[in-house]
């Protein structure tokens, strides 16, 4: 709750909550740009993927997304509902099981540019 709601934020609780390092090295303006909008690098075997990560700071769903089943807040705002998953998460060492996306409404992986 230290950090203002943002999509750089969004990314790094994406990284944290799949136990996966964003391959992005920022070497260029557009791969900045794409870090500080929310995107993620994610290598798998030989092949890298751009990943929108959801809006877990923005929007209550994708905060909702977040906590462990059984857990249930009463506060209707993103990064409060956010930070106490988070916690909860990290005070049982789970792992948040839900979906931020509706059943069949799991965007495709995004190509951001170029690089």
Known sequence: MTEWPSRLLDGQIYCASHGTADANDLATSRLI???ANGFVLI??????????????????????????????????DPMIVCATALRALALTSQKADRSPWSPGGIPRHQRHGGD
């Open 43 to 76: 290598g798998q075997a030989a092949a890298y993927v751009w990943v929108a990560s959801p809006q877990f700071t923005l929007e209550l769903e994708g905060a909702k997304s977040l906590l462990p089943s059984g857990l249930v807040t009463i506060s209707r």
């Open 33 to 35: 740009e794409a870090r």
